[in-house]
């Protein structure tokens, strides 16, 4: 493993809407995981997990609210994004490490009764996490998501995975803000592009297109496995897709038909906006996770 960049914390500086202050783990293999850790210590854990190429400062309109409920919010930077550390060899990430990754950290935090809420990538770690450890969780509130397990790629996906790949630039917060109906001030397209001041700092935003087990993929027998876990998970299961992600429309189908914590659940809902629903409809994606850990008894 090669030596891991380290974004400076000058970049991080006077971010808008982000007074969080910084928390770190460190990983068995010496890598630093940076989360955010709100709300009293003995409330019940929200995990709010990201996904790509964004970071903790995706919920910073969500964490108000949930711990103002009587939360706790626990928010990771997957390594290779945000304040965590980053790999600078695309051929260094793996599903299963970034997997292995979260799980230890999520054991160095001694949580239980955890409701996780997830989306993109934040999702397919998530899932993995409740299918590892289901009794480490007391509920799920998935959006813009899912577990894919070799299902042929859609084509607006097969679009960013070469691009992704391929393109000579990869514009952080531009992309950000093409999958956000929103409009983002300058300051906060500068903040997702905070992380990654050069090149190698963005390998893991790279690579993460094409490590999804869309097709022949390497994950898919730990993908199968997964969801026989979650095909017996039967605590509240909340999916709450929005209306205008041309990537995960009608992904909650799958989960409300085969997860039981799914099937007899009054909470899913469409919420309005693109992939990043947590710019578009905070106030709908935090009310979906407190209802949720409301009727999960947390």
Not at 121 to 129: K, V
Not at 284 to 297: D, K, M, Q, S, W
């Amino acid at each position: 493993m090669s030596l891991a960049y380290r974004t400076p914390d000058h970049r991080f500086t006077n971010l808008p809407d982000y007074p969080f202050k910084p928390n770190y783990y460190t990983l068995r293999e010496g890598l630093r995981v940076h989360y955010l850790d709100e709300g009293p210590r003995d409330a019940p854990p929200v995990l709010m997990m990201h996904g790509e190429p964004s970071w903790s400062y995706l919920y910073r309109h969500m964490i108000g609210p949930v711990v103002e409920a009587g939360y706790r919010v626990l928010a990771p930077d997957l390594i290779g994004f945000g304040k965590s550390d980053k790999l600078t060899k695309t051929s260094e990430y793996s599903y299963a490490l970034h997997v292995a990754w979260m799980r230890d950290w999520l054991d160095a935090m001694n949580l239980k009764d955890i409701v996780l809420a997830c989306q993109d990538w934040g999702s397919l770690i998530g899932l993995r996490l409740v299918a590892d450890a289901p009794d480490l969780f007391a509920a799920v509130v998935l959006s813009n998501g899912g577990l894919p397990a070799g299902e042929p790629a859609p084509s607006a996906f097969r679009k960013w995975r070469r691009f992704s790949k391929f393109s000579p630039i990869f514009p952080i917060g531009k992309i950000l803000q093409q999958a956000t109906v929103r409009e983002l001030s300058k300051a906060e397209v500068a903040a997702y592009e905070a992380p990654f001041p050069n090149r190698k700092s963005k390998a893991g935003a790279r690579i993460f297109p094409s490590l999804v087990p869309l097709g022949e993929n390497e994950a898919v027998p730990d993908q199968e496995r997964a969801w026989k876990k979650l095909q017996v998970f039967d605590k509240p299961f909340t999916c709450a897709f929005s209306n205008r992600d041309p990537i995960t429309r009608g992904g909650d189908a799958k989960f409300r038909d085969r997860v039981p914590g799914a099937k007899d659940n009054p909470l899913h809902r469409s919420l309005k906006g693109h992939h990043f629903i947590q710019e578009d409809d905070p106030e709908g994606f935090a009310a979906a996770i407190i209802e949720t850990a409301r009727r999960a008894g947390v």
